[in-house]
């Protein structure tokens, strides 16, 4: 049985917030009844072209930019593919929905548990500024902040988990990484931290879409969600 840990990170976009239903509902309301384009799918490749812009960056060694950069290129890109016309303003607007996306239902009692343990953090690609409008929306109850800003770069780079650990006051070995995407978790035990992975089976919109259900590492910890995660290290103890 692993150690309790000293400190929680979170990976936030899919594992503590719903990016799917904000996103198409943002998309739908913009392309308008009558156009082709699939929102639901749009929204999935608005969000795997995200990944892929910030998994390039670390892999070329590129300079840290905001990820609103990122994520509004992303789109800028999949609109004019699909001939959806928006203006720079609608852009931005569209764009500020990555700053609205909601927990997941058991997200608020599941934080409140685990900070009850230790401190809680998110080792999130967003900025400071991202993580506090989501922490304000959504009611995270975050100890502080940590991840990509805190290293100037982005997962899955090393820095971005060790010293996220290190301000939340952890040595890596006795820090959680918790998430719903098992590359993150791979890229943080390769690190030395500890790993949770926690089903999200609606993620992408619906089950097999894109979804991970499967456990497919040695993971320290597997859970259904965040109360359930708490539960078990609790029981553990």
């Not at 290190?166 to 690190?191: I, Y």
């Amino acid at each position: 049985m692993p150690q309790v840990p000293d400190g929680f990170l979170f990976d936030v976009y899919g594992t503590v917030c719903d990016w799917f239903t904000p996103m198409r509902n943002a998309l739908a309301l913009h392309i308008g009844v009558g156009h082709p384009t699939d929102a639901d799918e749009l929204a999935r490749r608005w969000r795997n072209g995200y990944a892929r812009g910030t998994s390039m960056r670390v892999r070329d060694d590129l300079d840290y930019i905001p990820l609103t950069d990122i994520t509004r290129d992303a789109l800028a890109s999949l609109l004019a593919e699909h001939e959806v016309p928006t203006t720079a303003p609608e852009l931005d607007a569209l764009n500020g929905v990555w700053r609205r996306l909601p927990p997941w239902p058991d997200v608020t009692e599941g934080l409140a548990a685990l900070k009850s343990i230790a401190p809680i953090a998110p080792c999130s690609n967003g900025h400071f500024s991202d993580m506090e409008a989501l922490a304000r929306f959504g009611g995270l109850p975050w100890t502080l902040l940590a991840g990509s800003e805190v290293s100037g770069q982005y997962k899955p780079h090393a820095d971005t988990y060790l010293k996220s650990a290190h301000k939340l006051g952890a040595d890596p070995g006795n820090c959680l990484m918790v998430a719903c995407h098992q590359g993150d978790l791979k890229s943080a035990q390769s690190h030395g931290l500890q790993t949770a992975f926690v089903t999200r089976p609606t993620e992408f919109g619906g089950e097999g879409l894109g979804e991970e259900r499967e456990v497919t590492g040695d993971w320290d910890w597997v859970a259904s969600d965040f109360v359930d995660l708490a539960r078990q290290i609790r029981d553990s103890s």
